[in-house]
């Protein structure tokens, strides 16, 4: 399908059809990107998406734990009290 570019203030748009927009599962946020002169629209992913799902699945596959070990530091000698 073929689209004009409209001026939008300094800018330019592109006016995408509804089917198009739903097809590609997008909302009011999109993710941009060039990729060998061709532009790359997206659904925008939050940050941290799914974090959430996956702590909870190690913990129940009781694989959450930390991968460092207790690094003691001068505060934890000198300083703390319970």
Do not use: C, Y
Request: charged letters at 40%; proline letters at 5%.
């Amino acid at each position: 399908m073929k689209s004009k570019l409209v001026r939008i203030g300094n800018s330019r748009g592109v006016r995408l059809p509804k089917p198009f927009i739903e097809q590609a599962g997008l909302a009011d946020e999109v993710e941009l990107r060039v990729r060998e002169g061709a532009i790359i629209i997206s659904p925008a992913h939050r940050a941290r998406e799914g974090w959430a799902k996956a702590a909870k699945e190690l913990r129940e596959r009781k694989e959450d734990r930390l991968v460092d070990g207790v690094t003691p530091t001068r505060f934890d000698d000198e300083e703390w009290q319970w």
